[in-house]
């Protein structure tokens, strides 16, 4: 599975910023694709993931209300859109594939991952 993260950039504070993560290879095998992100110094942080068949789907609860996680099927694309950014929301985001069972928050479960993409909100 290959995955190729999107959308990054920089952006004001309250500002607004979509990414999609494109999954190509054999990417049926994953049992759903997610979004961690990881500030300087930091540890990678769950932020959202949503199931292949896009019938389930978890965020973040400190996301939750301002992120939500998309599918589009028919590019095999998920879409991480996020509103009303903050300082704190400035990470490297990547995109990864899971294929393992679990909770969708746990990095373990994931194999596969993306190369990231940097979001800076300026305040």
């Known amino acids: 599975v290959q995955l190729q993260a999107s959308g990054g950039g920089l952006v004001n504070f309250g500002g607004s910023l979509t990414l999609s993560c494109a999954a190509s290879g054999r990417a049926v095998d994953a049992r759903g694709l997610g979004w961690f992100r990881q500030a300087i110094g930091k540890e990678r942080e769950f932020v959202a993931a949503?199931?292949?068949?896009?019938?389930?789907?978890s965020v973040a609860n400190s996301v939750k209300d301002r992120f939500a996680i998309s599918r589009d099927s028919a590019r095999n694309t998920i879409i991480l859109q996020m509103n009303n950014l903050k300082s704190e929301d400035t990470a490297v985001y990547l995109c990864a594939a899971a294929t393992g069972r679990g909770a969708y928050s746990d990095k373990d479960r994931y194999t596969y991952w993306g190369q990231g993409t940097l979001v800076t909100v300026s305040s």
């Open positions: 949503i199931s292949w068949d896009a019938k389930s789907m």
